[in-house]
């Protein structure tokens, strides 16, 4: 249902950006946002938007990271700006929406992008 580009090797300092965008036609878009999963750990939030525009930031990532999204095709950008080997990772995109008037708010779930800071 979503589709996320973007993911890289990059060294530490540098910037990456990604995007996710439905790959379907969406009713009602509720919120879109970037998660990650490190080797070992538990996913977490990176960053959030809501529909309309209020965002939400992992205290790790803010002032380095920015959320951004284009209502009319339904995408979620994550630009990712002094990246840190802290910030390895598997990305992840998520969006709340109604597909159909008639369906519920449901989570929908991008596949993973790998991105890698190392020198």
């Known amino acids: 249902q979503l589709q996320a580009s973007g993911g890289g090797l990059v060294q530490p300092g540098g910037s990456l950006r990604l995007s996710c965008a439905a790959s379907?036609?969406?009713?009602?878009?509720?919120?879109m946002g970037w998660y990650r999963q490190a080797p070992g750990k538990q996913r977490e939030l990176v960053g959030s938007?809501?529909?309309?525009?209020?965002?939400n930031y992992a205290d790790s990532v803010k002032g380095r990271f920015t959320i951004s999204t284009d209502g009319a095709k339904n995408t979620v950008n994550l630009q990712m700006n002094s990246l840190k080997p802290e910030d390895t990772a598997v990305y992840y995109c998520?969006?709340?929406?109604?597909?159909?008037?008639?369906?519920?708010?449901?989570?929908?779930w991008g596949q993973g992008t790998q991105v890698t800071v190392s020198s």
């Open positions: 379907r036609s969406i009713f009602s878009l509720n919120a």
């Open positions: 938007i809501t529909s309309g525009g209020n965002t």
């Open positions: 998520k969006a709340v929406y109604r597909a159909r008037v008639w369906d519920p708010y449901d989570d929908y």
